[in-house]
């Protein structure tokens, strides 16, 4: 029974043993395994790369046309409408293809094998030699249009955006080539009506010269887009001139005169004053921009009497107007001249210049003198009996009876007195008062006379009687 139980105990040490020497491989050498892993993944690794298997890649490529010249032989243009891209699928060891990219492949469609419903196969190919041979496929088709070929000469116009630094303008913009043939489709080419090239001016202060990529527009103003324009220069060298700016006045000149019986009055001119461009010298001679105009003939019903005038048309070479004041609005105004009667009251009239210690009447049965003048319509119409300033000049008389004309004073330099009253005046020697037979007196010094009107009518000897008139020499 003993015997038994030492057996019993002896195995049970001896499983213990065992339990603890496996625990102790697995704890005790995890650095050993981790080891063991790394070297058996490498080992595979390289046999796998020792074997080098077939590999397949799928690319994305840009197809490219070639033999364009068998449709230009034909005058003919194309258009693609499919297979612009296309999958190219590349098989071969995977070490060669691995270090494939998309640049490395080409894909080409030939368009002299163009079939009758304008496709063409792409054929995919290598641009470099590789190490082994790969196999290249490519199922899709390139398909296109196909048009008449047209081209035309159009004229390349300069659109110039943003502003010039301040005090600077921009002069004029010379495209080279100025005429550009496009060619294409005969659709697109018919729609062309310019060609439009972009030129950025803004904070410019001296000229420059940039060159730009030119684009093909329609009547309305729109981009016509197609892949079959061309240009016969892919660029265009625009030449930009920045001028300075200057403020100057505008004079109006005026030519010749109305017809009969209209009078010129005045000239407005809107802008007053137009800002120019040009060079510093050039613009250090101008002061004022002139403009000529012709009034012969004209009545206040000539459609001349209002213009716009083109200011270019009267600057010198190398100067030019800025924008905004390309014209200028003239309005001319004339009048008509007309013939008024005025009839003044005696008791109005004055007398001019009388000799100290003289005194002046106006004798004979009337009470009104009456005057002829002609001038412009407005200012005639002003006049009346009651605003006139009217006199008789007696400097240099001595006593007597004289036969003297009215005259007007302050009368507007347009009017032109062209009949007046020649009224009985007689001098005498008073005291500033009434005469007894109660007509009133006016005198007037000498000093209340313009210079011109002081001329001395001197009656003859005896000319203190009724009837005796001076020589009619009075300006009037």
Not at 161 to 177: F, I, Q, R, V
Not at 419 to 435: A, C, F, M
Request: charge should be negative.
């Amino acid at each position: 029974m003993k015997k038994e139980n030492d057996n019993t105990s002896s195995r049970e040490a001896k499983n213990q043993t065992d339990d603890n020497t496996v625990h102790k491989f697995f704890v005790n050498n995890a650095g050993m395994k981790l080891i063991s892993v790394i070297i058996a993944v490498v080992v595979w690794a390289v046999i796998i790369n020792i074997d080098d298997p077939y590999k397949t890649r799928s690319f994305n490529v840009e197809v490219e046309t070639i033999n364009e010249n068998a449709l230009n032989s034909v005058n003919k243009v194309y258009e693609i409408i499919e297979g612009s891209t296309a999958v190219v699928k590349v098989k071969g060891k995977k070490s060669v293809v691995d270090r494939l990219g998309a640049s490395d492949i080409r894909a080409t469609a030939d368009l002299a094998d163009l079939s009758a419903v304008n496709a063409v196969a792409i054929q995919p190919s290598l641009r470099k030699i590789l190490s082994s041979d790969v196999f290249l496929e490519c199922s899709q088709v390139l398909r296109v249009s196909l048009e008449n070929k047209e081209s035309k000469q159009v004229k390349v116009n300069v659109i110039a955006s943003g502003e010039p630094a301040e005090g600077y303008t921009l002069g004029e913009c010379t495209a080279k080539p100025n005429m550009i043939e496009v060619a294409g489709g005969e659709s697109a080419v018919g729609q062309i009506a310019s060609v439009r090239v972009f030129l950025n001016v803004n904070g410019a202060t001296e000229d420059f010269t940039k060159k730009l990529i030119p684009v093909a527009y329609d009547e309305d103003g729109n981009k016509v887009e197609s892949a079959t324009l061309s240009f016969s220069n892919s660029v265009v060298r625009v030449f930009a001139q920045i001028l300075e700016d200057k403020a100057v006045p505008v004079k109006v000149k005026i030519i010749g005169e109305p017809a009969s019986g209209y009078e010129y009055v005045s000239t407005d001119c809107l802008p007053e004053e137009v800002e120019i461009a040009g060079t510093s010298r050039r613009l250090s001679r101008i002061s004022s921009v002139v403009i000529p105009v012709d009034i012969s003939g004209m009545t206040t019903a000539s459609s001349k009497l209002e213009q716009d005038i083109y200011i270019s048309d009267y600057l010198p070479e190398g100067i030019t107007p800025v924008a905004g004041f390309e014209n200028v609005s003239i309005r001319i105004t004339l009048e008509q001249v007309i013939k008024k009667n005025i009839d003044i009251s005696l008791s109005s009239i004055g007398f001019s210049s009388l000799a100290d210690g003289l005194q002046a009447e106006i004798t004979g049965d009337t009470d009104r003198a009456s005057l002829l003048v002609s001038g412009r319509a407005s200012v005639l119409n002003s006049i009346n009996s009651t605003n006139i300033n009217a006199y008789v000049n007696c400097n240099g008389l001595t006593e007597g009876v004289y036969t003297l004309p009215v005259i007007i004073k302050d009368l507007d330099e347009s009017c032109e007195v062209i009949e007046t009253s020649k009224l009985k005046v007689r001098i005498y020697k008073g005291d500033q008062q009434n005469p007894d037979d109660g007509t009133q007196e006016f005198p007037v010094t000498s000093a209340s006379m313009p210079p011109e009107e002081a001329n001395t009518p001197v009656p003859e000897e005896g000319g203190d009687e009724e009837g005796t008139e001076p020589p009619d020499e009075s300006i009037y």
